[in-house]
Nanobody, 117 residues
Framework: QVQLVESGGGLVQAGGSLRLSCAAS????????WGWFRQAPGKDRELVAT????????TYADSVKGRFTISRDNAKNTVYLQMNSLKPEDTGTYYC??????????WGQGTQVTVSS
């Protein structure tokens, strides 16, 4: 059974950087796409970035364009989210997810990102 395990969250000052990782364990894993989501307290879950397993096409939420970069290493079954120029409004729990064409079907446990002003 495949599991997704995130790491790399933490506390950082505004303007700083963090790199999140999400590794799929269990067996070779080839989702149609990967996604990073985040959820702040009292707010809905937000799709931050996606990347296609094959081809590597990416999409970003407007709020993170130019600051965040999603990437993947298919040989390692791992997806990354490089977050630069962090803002307090980036604070939240970040989740990675594996998706098919229509919906995401496998989620990690989440990693906390806190950006202080």
């Amino acid at each position: 059974q495949v599991q997704l395990v995130e790491s790399g969250g933490g506390l950082v000052q505004a303007g700083g950087s963090l790199r999140l990782s999400c590794a799929a364990s269990g067996r070779t894993f080839r989702p149609y796409r990967w996604g990073w989501f985040r959820q702040a307290p009292g707010k809905d879950r937000e799709l931050v970035a996606t990347i296609m397993w094959s081809g590597g096409q990416t999409t970003y939420a407007d709020s993170v364009k130019g600051r965040f970069t999603i990437s993947r290493d298919n040989a390692k079954n791992t997806v990354y989210l490089q977050m630069n120029s962090l803002k307090p409004e980036d604070t939240g729990t970040y989740y990675c997810a594996a998706g098919a064409e229509v919906q995401y079907y496998l989620w990690g446990q989440g990693t906390q990102v806190t950006v202080s002003s």
